[in-house]
Every structure is written in structure tokens, then in C-alpha cells.
């Protein structure tokens, strides 16, 4: 009895702020637009009883999943996204291995500091952050002028609304979400393992890349899901930093949602970028699960 | 302090005693420091090709230090120390042919029993074709031939001791580092492992050098033993030796038990004393002392508790006999302790081994015995 109540509890949540949303946005999914309030139509009517279920139901269809189909700027936004994602996060983890092998190394009692330095963007707003980096980036930006200064270039670079920019905003916005369970798969490490394997022959680099390297395995997965999953719907960064020529499904979401006022159709937008990532949040749970066997 | 050195026999392995021997290990005044700590202090000492030399010492006096200089994991501060005729001062570690046996075992565990074997072969010149045959050789002499396939994780921890042993014996080095091997063994398999380990020496001629803070271990395995107090060796000899000639009041203390009796010593002939420990007492007459003691000197005499009969009346044949006082009984099933107490208040422990079952205790608390001991039995001992 007390287990299924504390069982019940999180799952309530889960009911609360996800099935429930969810289930709700299929329902537009399913409807026509409207200019009305909401802007969709059919509305159910319970006091119709039975009947108004059945009216209901009978109204809705795959229209808006059809749609989808008959314009290339959606499956084109899925697959760039999906690009930008990949891309991103593998940009991610070679930015953040380096970094979160340096934080495992140090001494014991720098880490925390180091630990506070990666999570301290997040004590100011994700907005002003992304914002600022079109004052570096931008032509007149401070890249382009330190840049010119030491004389690499001469004319200004053109990387502010261009996928590079996307990149780097991507990039510097998920870190830490690499950068963390890379450095707790790292730290636990036990570097009598790299003297075991100095002491068989290897040499330093051979003693990463076969031992440090497959036993960081799980901080990877987990770093790479982390960063790409919320990549893949990502808007605020394409949208900033991207200009016109970022195509991402976040951004195609955005625009159908709030100026056109579509909203069967971004439902239906958002319903298969959440089947789209279905089958990574299952991989990743199973990574997890895994990893705790490993460990139990 | 004068060494005993024990003369060498036909057919005894003792190159320790012989001018001619060539070591496989050379300190020379090796000095290790962790800023101002230092860990080895001026340490000169050989090895010989086929020992099984045992480190013995307290914990945090520099045993593992020790080794991990030999593996090439620390560079020593001042000294040298040759391998094979060779200074390793500038040798990383992945070029030496020693291999070590981690305190931790420190088992790769994503990889399975037979690759962690094999994880060393695949690293040398040895060609890809024999390496299969290499591992099954040492999963056969470690018995670990069912275990292959599996994950560090999956098996015992006296299986994952074997295949930590198994992992450093395979390439064949010419000296095995072992850190405490068998610290993490209950005593039954411990003793076992000894065994196994002292086996496993004999069959392929590797030089082992063991490091453990159990005297008994120590004792059982090594063909010598070096004791350590403070990054200091205190005394280097055969087991034997160590046991009945400690050249110090620390050694004889570190190993087994002993009574230490203080007094003032008086020479009575050629390497004879005698030692006076309490006014109006009989001074301890000791002969076959070969320290060289000043008259009137301060010393300690040691002597083992079994060294020690106990007998109710005063036996005549001994050269030591002293009346004292039951004062406590430690019964141990195959040996029993007896605490007494001397005329002065000097305790001394005898132990008598329970030679047959049935014939009650003849001692009990308060009862007047007389200890006694031959003029040879303990040593003389100034420092
Ligand atoms: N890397 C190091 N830095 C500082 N001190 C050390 C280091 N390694 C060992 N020591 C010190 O050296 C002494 C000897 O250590 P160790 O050789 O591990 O002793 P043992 O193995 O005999 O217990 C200890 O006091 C230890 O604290
Ligand atoms: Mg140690």
C-alpha cells in the first residue's frame, strides 16, 4: 500500500506536466484551425453527454499530419535540425572532455571552484547570454575587432547569422550539460588503473585511449543525450543567432504557433519531433539503467 | 652491531652470502623526499636474482614508496637504483621489465578476466599467434580457466587476486613488484595464497619482492626479510635470523613476541655477559653474544617466551633460573602464556606449548614457578 503511493507520487507528476500536456496537444494535433478562441476547432462539449464525445471525436483527423508531408520546409527543418544537433553535440564533447579530464585531475581542493566556474552561467539569464554573443560575433563584434587587432584577418568575418554562429551558441549554452556527467565518470576513475597500464607497456596516450577513455563510455552517452535531445527542439539560439538561413524545427514550431497561428499544425509539428525523440530518451534510459546495474 | 652471517651451504640458496653474486637490484644511498617529508632515507640495499625478498615494516614507513620506485611511478630525490647492472633513473615505467601487483589489484573492469591477462602481451613484441596460448598457460597456473569470459566484477576477491597475479606474471618480467597482495584475504585463504605464491616462484625463477606488514606472511614466503621502521632498513636477513638474532630492540619487537629485559651488562668471558637487571637479583648470564659491550653499558635483554621453562620446582641444568609469580594465564588451545612476575617487578611471559590433552593445568594465578633458560637462549641487544 505505501509502495504504491510512493510509486504514485512521482508517476502523478509525470501524469500532471507531461501526459496530460501531451495528450492535449495530440488532441490539436487532430483539429482543424479556426479563427476563433482557441484558434482550432472542434471543442469537446461535455454537456453534450455522450453524444458530444462522439461529434468530437468524429471531427478529428490527420489533415494537419498530412500537411506536413505536402511541404519540403518540414521534413527539410527535421533533417537540419537533426544535423545542427548531431553536429553540435560532437562539437560539445570535444570542447567539454578536455575540460572535464582537467577538472578530474585537479587537486582535490580546486574542484569545487572549478565546478562552480562551470555551472555559473547559469546564474544569469539563457536570453541575455545567447544576446550577448551577437555583440561578439557580430562584424563589428569583439571577435572581429580583437581579430583585426592582431592583425589575423582584414576584413571582418561573416559568422553572426550563419550556422557557426548557431554552432557556437549551441555549444557554449549545453557545456555543462557535457561537461557534468563527463566529469563524475571521470572523477571516479582510479588512477592506479593508468599505472597498471603504464606498468604493462603502454605508454601515456595508449593508457587513455584503452583504459580512461571506454571507462568514461557512460559519461559520454549521457553527456551526448543530455545535449542532444533539447538541441533538437532548440529556437532561442537558431533565432538569435542564425538569421534567415538556420533551418531549425524549434524555429518552424515558433513561427506556425505565433505568426501564423497554426496551431493543429505546430501540434502536429511538435508531436513528431517528440516520436523523433522517443527512440533517443529510450536509448539513453537504458544507458542509465545499464550503468546502474554495472554499478550495483 | 655485528651481522651474523650464516655460512653458505652446498645446495642452500643464499647469494646474499656470496662475494660473487651478481644483484638484480642495487639501492645505492637512495633518498626519496615528498617536499620536506622523506619518505626513504639513504637506503642501500641488494637483491638477488631469484628472491623472494619480503619488505616488512609498520604502516607509513616507506614500503610502497619502495616499490613504486622500483615500477618507475617515482623518481628517487638522490641515490640511484640499478636494474639489472642498468640505472633506471630516466626509465619510464612501460620500460621496464618489472611488473607490479597493485594493492588494489587495480583489474581493468570493462575488460574480461582473459583480456586483462592478455592486456600486457598485446603491448610487447610478442607475435599476435602465441599470446592465445600465453594467457591459457596463466589462467592454468592461476586456476582461473572457468573464469576467462568473465568481468573483474563478477567474480571473488580471491579470484581477482589471482587474475591481478596472473596479469603481472604474464609477460614474464624479470622482477615482480607485490603490494600487499593478500591483505584483503580472510587468514584461510591467505595462508593458501602463500603457498600458491611461493609455488608459482619456484616454477618460473621471477624474482619477487614482496611488500606486507605481516610478519608472519613475511616470515613464511621470503627467502629474506628487510625490516623497515621510518624509511629506514633497520636489519636485512634470512627469516631464521631475523627471529633469533635481531640486531635490534626494534626488530626484535616488530617480530613475534618477546621479553625485553633492561639491565647493565658486565663481560665474563669471550662473548659472555652478564646482564644485572634488578639489585639483589641474580644477573642474567648470556654466553654467544657476539656484540662487543662495554663494561657497565646500558642494554636490553631479549629472549622469546618460548625460549622460557616453566617448572615448579628449581631445575639445575640450567644456566638462568629465577623464582617469580603467576600472574595471569593466557590459554590459546595449542599454547598457554604464563605472565610472571619477578622478585623486582619485572614481567616476563613464558609460553608452554599444551603437550597433552588431559593433564589439568598444572599452574594457576598466585603460584610460585621457576623460570628458566639456557645462557644461549636470548641476545644482547644496545640499540
Ligand atoms: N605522493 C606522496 N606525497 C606525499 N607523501 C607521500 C606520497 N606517497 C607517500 N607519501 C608518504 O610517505 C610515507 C610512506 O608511504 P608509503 O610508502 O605508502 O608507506 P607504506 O607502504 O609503508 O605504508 C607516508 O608517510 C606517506 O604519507
Ligand atoms: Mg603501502
Same mark, same amino acid.
Given at each position: 500500500?505505501?509502495?504504491?503511493?510512493?510509486?504514485?507520487?512521482?508517476?502523478?507528476?509525470?501524469?500532471?506536466?507531461?501526459?496530460?500536456?501531451?495528450?492535449?496537444?495530440?488532441?490539436?494535433?487532430?483539429?482543424?484551425? %479556426?479563427?476563433?478562441?482557441?484558434?482550432?476547432?472542434?471543442?469537446?462539449?461535455?454537456?453534450?453527454?455522450?453524444?458530444?464525445?462522439?461529434?468530437?471525436?468524429?471531427?478529428?483527423?490527420?489533415?494537419?499530419?498530412?500537411?506536413?508531408?505536402?511541404?519540403?520546409?518540414?521534413?527539410?527543418?527535421?533533417?537540419?535540425?537533426?544535423?545542427?544537433?548531431?553536429?553540435?553535440?560532437?562539437?560539445?564533447?570535444?570542447?567539454?572532455?578536455?575540460?572535464?579530464?582537467?577538472?578530474?585531475?585537479?587537486?582535490?581542493?580546486?574542484?569545487?571552484?572549478?565546478?562552480?566556474?562551470?555551472?555559473?552561467?547559469?546564474?544569469?539569464?539563457?536570453?541575455?547570454?545567447?544576446?550577448?554573443?551577437? %555583440?561578439?560575433?557580430?562584424?563589428?563584434?569583439?571577435?572581429?575587432?580583437?581579430?583585426? %587587432?592582431?592583425?589575423?584577418?582584414?576584413?571582418?568575418?561573416?559568422?553572426?547569422?550563419?550556422?557557426?554562429?548557431?554552432?557556437?551558441?549551441?555549444?557554449?549554452?549545453?557545456?555543462?550539460?557535457?561537461?557534468?556527467?563527463?566529469?563524475? %565518470?571521470?572523477?571516479?576513475?582510479?588512477?592506479?588503473?593508468?599505472?597498471?597500464?603504464?606498468?604493462?607497456?603502454?605508454?601515456? $596516450?595508449?593508457?587513455?585511449?584503452?583504459?580512461?577513455?571506454?571507462?568514461?563510455?557512460?559519461?559520454?552517452?549521457?553527456?551526448?543525450?543530455?545535449?542532444?535531445?533539447?538541441?533538437?527542439?532548440? $529556437?532561442?539560439?537558431?533565432?538569435?543567432?542564425?538569421?534567415?538561413?538556420?533551418?531549425?524545427?524549434?524555429?518552424?514550431?515558433?513561427?506556425?504557433?505565433?505568426?501564423?497561428?497554426?496551431?493543429?499544425?505546430?501540434?502536429?509539428?511538435?508531436?513528431?519531433?517528440?516520436?523523433?525523440?522517443?527512440?533517443?530518451?529510450?536509448?539513453?534510459?537504458?544507458?542509465?539503467?545499464?550503468?546502474?546495474?554495472?554499478?550495483? | 652491531?655485528?651481522?651474523?652471517?650464516?655460512?653458505?651451504?652446498? @645446495?642452500?640458496?643464499?647469494? *646474499?652470502?656470496?662475494?660473487?653474486?651478481?644483484?638484480? !637490484?642495487?639501492?645505492?644511498?637512495?633518498?626519496?623526499?615528498?617536499?620536506?617529508?622523506?619518505?626513504?632515507?639513504?637506503?642501500?640495499?641488494?637483491? +638477488?636474482?631469484?628472491?623472494?625478498?619480503?619488505?616488512?615494516?609498520?604502516?607509513?614507513?616507506?614500503?610502497?614508496?619502495?616499490?613504486?620506485?622500483?615500477?618507475?611511478?617515482?623518481?628517487?630525490?638522490?641515490?640511484?637504483?640499478?636494474?639489472?647492472?642498468?640505472?633506471?633513473?630516466?626509465?619510464?615505467?612501460?620500460?621496464?621489465?618489472?611488473?607490479?601487483?597493485?594493492?588494489?589489484?587495480?583489474?581493468?573492469?570493462?575488460?574480461?578476466?582473459?583480456?586483462?591477462?592478455?592486456? @600486457?602481451?598485446?603491448?610487447?613484441?610478442?607475435?599476435?599467434?602465441?599470446?592465445?596460448?600465453?594467457?591459457?598457460?596463466?589462467?592454468?597456473?592461476?586456476?582461473?580457466?572457468?573464469?576467462?569470459?568473465?568481468?573483474?566484477?563478477?567474480?571473488?576477491?580471491?579470484?581477482?587476486?589471482?587474475?591481478?597475479?596472473?596479469?603481472?606474471? /604474464?609477460?614474464?618480467?624479470?622482477?615482480?613488484?607485490?603490494?600487499?597482495?593478500?591483505?584483503?584475504?580472510?587468514?584461510?585463504?591467505? #595462508?593458501?595464497?602463500?603457498?600458491?605464491?611461493?609455488?608459482?616462484?619456484?616454477?618460473?625463477?621471477?624474482?619477487?619482492?614482496?611488500?606486507?606488514?605481516?610478519?608472519? =606472511?613475511?616470515?613464511?614466503?621470503?627467502?629474506?626479510?628487510?625490516?623497515?621502521?621510518?624509511?629506514? !632498513?633497520?636489519?636485512?636477513?634470512?627469516?631464521?635470523?631475523?627471529?633469533?638474532?635481531?640486531?635490534?630492540?626494534?626488530?626484535?619487537?616488530?617480530?613475534?613476541?618477546?621479553?625485553?629485559? =633492561?639491565?647493565?651488562?658486565?663481560?665474563?668471558?669471550? +662473548?659472555?655477559?652478564?646482564?644485572?637487571?634488578?639489585?639483589?637479583?641474580?644477573?642474567?648470564?648470556?654466553?654467544?653474544?657476539?656484540?662487543?659491550? /662495554?663494561?657497565?653499558?646500558?642494554?636490553?635483554?631479549? !629472549?622469546?617466551?618460548?625460549?622460557?621453562?616453566?617448572?615448579?620446582?628449581?631445575?639445575?641444568?640450567?644456566?638462568? /633460573?629465577?623464582?617469580?609469580?603467576?600472574?595471569?594465564?593466557?590459554?590459546?588451545?595449542?599454547?598457554?602464556? +604464563?605472565?610472571?612476575?619477578?622478585?623486582?617487578?619485572?614481567?616476563?611471559?613464558?609460553?608452554?606449548?599444551?603437550?597433552?590433552?588431559?593433564?589439568?593445568?598444572? +599452574?594457576?594465578? #598466585?603460584?610460585?614457578? *621457576?623460570?628458566?633458560?639456557?645462557?644461549?637462549?636470548?641476545?644482547?641487544?644496545?640499540?
Amino acid at each position: 500500500m505505501k509502495r504504491a503511493a510512493l510509486i504514485l507520487l512521482p508517476y502523478s507528476w509525470l501524469i500532471a506536466l507531461f501526459l496530460v500536456p501531451f495528450l492535449i496537444v495530440i488532441k490539436i494535433s487532430l483539429s482543424d484551425i %479556426a479563427l476563433a478562441i482557441p484558434p482550432y476547432t472542434p471543442n469537446l462539449d461535455l454537456s453534450a453527454g455522450w453524444q458530444g464525445i462522439k461529434d468530437f471525436v468524429s471531427q478529428l483527423d490527420f489533415d494537419n499530419f498530412k500537411f506536413l508531408t505536402t511541404d519540403d520546409l518540414y521534413w527539410k527543418a527535421y533533417l537540419s535540425s537533426l544535423k545542427i544537433a548531431s553536429i553540435s553535440t560532437f562539437a560539445a564533447l570535444c570542447v567539454a572532455y578536455p575540460l572535464a579530464y582537467g577538472m578530474a585531475r585537479a587537486p582535490d581542493e580546486w574542484r569545487p571552484t572549478l565546478m562552480m566556474l562551470v555551472i555559473l552561467p547559469f546564474w544569469s539569464s539563457f536570453l541575455i547570454r545567447v544576446y550577448s554573443w551577437k %555583440a561578439i560575433l557580430a562584424n563589428e563584434g569583439l571577435l572581429n575587432q580583437l581579430l583585426i %587587432a592582431i592583425r589575423v584577418i582584414d576584413e571582418p568575418l561573416q559568422i553572426l547569422n550563419t550556422p557557426t554562429a548557431v554552432y557556437i551558441g549551441i555549444v557554449y549554452t549545453y557545456l555543462p550539460f557535457m561537461v557534468l556527467p563527463l566529469y563524475s %565518470a571521470l572523477e571516479k576513475l582510479d588512477a592506479s588503473l593508468l599505472e597498471a597500464a603504464e606498468d604493462l607497456g603502454c605508454t601515456r $596516450f595508449q593508457a587513455f585511449w584503452l583504459v580512461t577513455f571506454p571507462l568514461s563510455r557512460n559519461g559520454i552517452i549521457a553527456g551526448c543525450f543530455l545535449v542532444f535531445i533539447p538541441v533538437m527542439g532548440e $529556437f532561442v539560439i537558431p533565432a538569435l543567432l542564425g538569421g534567415s538561413q538556420t533551418l531549425m524545427i524549434g524555429k518552424v514550431l515558433w513561427e506556425e504557433f505565433f505568426s501564423n497561428r497554426d496551431w493543429p499544425v505546430a501540434s502536429a509539428v511538435a508531436v513528431i519531433l517528440l516520436l523523433l525523440l522517443v527512440i533517443p530518451i529510450v536509448l539513453f534510459q537504458r544507458n542509465e539503467e545499464k550503468q546502474r546495474e554495472a554499478e550495483g | 652491531m655485528a651481522e651474523t652471517k650464516p655460512i653458505p651451504q652446498e @645446495g642452500t640458496f643464499a647469494p *646474499w652470502t656470496d662475494p660473487q653474486a651478481v644483484p638484480l !637490484i642495487r639501492f645505492k644511498n637512495v633518498t626519496k623526499r615528498f617536499g620536506a617529508f622523506t619518505a626513504i632515507d639513504d637506503l642501500t640495499l641488494d637483491i +638477488y636474482p631469484q628472491e623472494f625478498f619480503a619488505l616488512l615494516g609498520p604502516s607509513g614507513c616507506g614500503k610502497t614508496t619502495m616499490m613504486r620506485m622500483l615500477a618507475g611511478f617515482e623518481t628517487p630525490s638522490e641515490g640511484t637504483i640499478e636494474i639489472d647492472g642498468r640505472d633506471m633513473a630516466h626509465v619510464p615505467p612501460n620500460q621496464r621489465a618489472v611488473n607490479m601487483m597493485f594493492q588494489s589489484y587495480a583489474l581493468f573492469p570493462h575488460l574480461s578476466v582473459y583480456d586483462n591477462i592478455a592486456f @600486457g602481451l598485446k603491448r610487447s613484441d610478442m607475435p599476435k599467434a602465441e599470446i592465445p596460448d600465453r594467457v591459457q598457460e596463466m589462467l592454468r597456473l592461476t586456476r582461473l580457466e572457468q573464469f576467462a569470459k568473465r568481468k573483474p566484477h563478477q567474480i571473488s576477491g580471491g579470484q581477482r587476486q589471482r587474475v591481478a597475479l596472473a596479469r603481472s606474471l /604474464a609477460k614474464a618480467p624479470a622482477l615482480l613488484l607485490l603490494d600487499e597482495p593478500l591483505g584483503a584475504l580472510d587468514k584461510k585463504l591467505r #595462508e593458501e595464497t602463500q603457498f600458491e605464491l611461493m609455488d608459482i616462484q619456484e616454477k618460473t625463477g621471477t624474482t619477487f619482492v614482496i611488500v606486507t606488514h605481516d610478519q608472519e =606472511e613475511a616470515m613464511t614466503v621470503a627467502s629474506r626479510v628487510a625490516v623497515m621502521d621510518a624509511g629506514r !632498513i633497520v636489519q636485512v636477513d634470512t627469516p631464521p635470523a631475523i627471529y633469533e638474532t635481531p640486531n635490534t630492540v626494534y626488530v626484535a619487537d616488530f617480530i613475534g613476541d618477546v621479553n625485553l629485559i =633492561e639491565g647493565t651488562a658486565t663481560a665474563t668471558g669471550e +662473548y659472555a655477559y652478564d646482564v644485572s637487571f634488578a639489585a639483589g637479583a641474580d644477573p642474567i648470564h648470556v654466553t654467544e653474544c657476539e656484540a662487543d659491550i /662495554a663494561d657497565g653499558s646500558h642494554v636490553t635483554f631479549a !629472549i622469546r617466551p618460548e625460549k622460557i621453562l616453566v617448572t615448579r620446582e628449581q631445575p639445575d641444568d640450567r644456566a638462568n /633460573a629465577v623464582e617469580g609469580t603467576i600472574i595471569d594465564i593466557g590459554y590459546l588451545g595449542n599454547l598457554s602464556t +604464563y605472565h610472571v612476575e619477578l622478585p623486582g617487578g619485572q614481567m616476563v611471559k613464558a609460553t608452554m606449548t599444551n603437550s597433552s590433552r588431559i593433564s589439568r593445568r598444572d +599452574y594457576s594465578w #598466585e603460584d610460585k614457578v *621457576w623460570l628458566s633458560f639456557r645462557a644461549s637462549a636470548g641476545v644482547v641487544l644496545t640499540e
